[in-house]
T-cell receptor, first 112, second 115 residues
Framework: KQEVTQIPAALSVPEGENLVLNCSFT??????LQWFRQDPGKGLTSLLL?????REQTSGRLNASLDKSSGRSTLYIAASQPGDSATYLC???????????FGRGTSLIVHP | ETGVTQSPTHLIKTRGQQVTLRCSSQ?????VSWYQQALGQGPQFIFQ???????GRGNFPPRFSGLQFPNYSSELNVNALELDDSALYLC??????????????FGPGTRLLVL
């Protein structure tokens, strides 16, 4: 059974810092890994999707990397802004079932 | 704007009642998935529908059922509601071609409270 862990659970940083959020998974036979952002009480917004054959994806100030062999992905946020404050979730789709498994998320606060 | 809409936004029910939640997929998408997200947790996969047929199910009892319609809108039905069913229910649509798993686009969710 796939298990997804996100570290840290919560993070509070001053504006302008570069951040690294971590996601680890136990079964490396994945189809893809997706990073989402969730604002309080809202749905999820897709940030980046990495297919199993890819090593990284970039969008603006966001960069996500994938290392299947070690069961890890990182989301790098450059020059953080208060508007980046949200919960960041990673979801892994595992081979055979396509059922995604989510981590519990990292709650990020960026203060001015 | 993702194009995925859900109704209602909030709902209060009592134990033992039945509830139907609705989702309208993004235009052109053929797949819809439903998730349950308890407070402070990540979303838990309930099931997925592809072209009106269920093609994947998570660890949820049969009282959780669904439908996908020809226009790719969808319903989630929950019978015999329990207190633990209180959660945010999310639907997500995507265009699945079978070759590559595509990005899922989520709706804003329906928050269900069971008293």
């Amino acid at each position: 059974k796939q298990e997804v862990t996100q570290i840290p659970a919560a993070l509070s940083v001053p504006e302008g810092e570069n951040l690294v959020l971590n996601c680890s998974f136990t079964d490396s036979a994945i189809y893809n890994l997706q990073w989402f952002r969730q604002d309080p009480g809202k749905g999820l917004t897709s940030l980046l999707l990495i297919q199993s054959s890819q090593r990284e994806q970039t969008s603006g100030r966001l960069n996500a990397s994938l290392d299947k062999s070690s069961g890890r992905s990182t989301l790098y946020i450059a020059a953080s802004q208060p508007g980046d404050s949200a919960t960041y979730l990673c979801a892994v789709r595992t081979g055979g079932s396509y059922i995604p498994t989510f981590g519990r998320g990292t709650s990020l606060i960026v203060h001015p | 704007e993702t194009g995925v809409t859900q109704s209602p936004t909030h709902l209060i029910k009592t134990r033992g009642q039945q509830v139907t939640l609705r989702c309208s997929s993004q235009s052109g998408h053929n797949t819809v998935s439903w998730y349950q997200q308890a407070l402070g947790q990540g979303p838990q996969f309930i099931f997925q529908y592809y072209r009106e047929e269920e093609n994947g199910r998570g660890n949820f009892p049969p009282r959780f059922s669904g439908l996908q319609f020809p226009n790719y809108s969808s319903e989630l039905n929950v019978n015999a509601l329990e207190l633990d069913d209180s959660a945010l229910y999310l639907c997500a649509s995507s265009l699945e071609t079978g070759a590559v798993q595509e990005t899922q686009y989520f709706g804003p969710g329906t928050r269900l409270l069971v008293l």
